[in-house]
C-alpha cells in the first residue's frame, strides 16, 4: 500500500524507489510498534520525509540536519504556546524516541 500511495511505479528496476519504500517502511512499522496515535504517526511520517528532504534536497551535512531535528522538536511538552513547536503531540519521553530512532 506504502508502495501506492508513494506512486512508485519503477520498484522493481529502480534502486532508489526500493530504498526510500524501506526507508519509509522501516519507519512506518516502528511507529507503530511504538502504539503511536493517527496523529502522531502522521506526524513522525512527515519528520522523517522532512529529514530525507533536508539531505536529498539541501544538502544539508547531518550536523546541520541534527540541529534541524532538534529546531523541530523543540518545545514538546511545554505549556507556553509560543515555545512548541508543531510536533507538540508527542510527548517528552516519546520525542526522546523519536530523536534515538532517528
Not at 507556553?80 to 508543531?86: I, V
Amino acid at each position: 500500500m506504502l508502495e501506492e500511495f508513494l506512486n512508485f511505479k519503477r520498484l522493481k528496476t529502480s534502486l532508489k524507489e526500493a530504498i526510500l519504500l524501506d526507508y519509509y517502511t522501516a519507519g512506518f512499522w516502528w511507529a507503530k510498534e511504538m502504539n503511536f496515535s493517527l496523529i502522531q504517526l502522521s506526524g513522525f511520517m512527515d519528520l522523517l520525509n522532512f529529514l530525507l528532504e533536508n539531505l536529498s534536497d539541501k544538502r544539508m551535512t547531518l550536523g546541520d540536519n541534527l540541529k534541524e531535528l532538534g529546531r523541530a522538536m523543540a518545545g514538546i511538552g511545554e505549556t507556553d504556546s509560543e515555545r512548541s513547536g508543531d510536533l507538540n503531540f508527542f510527548s517528552i519521553e516519546q520525542a526522546k524516541t523519536v530523536i534515538d530512532y532517528l
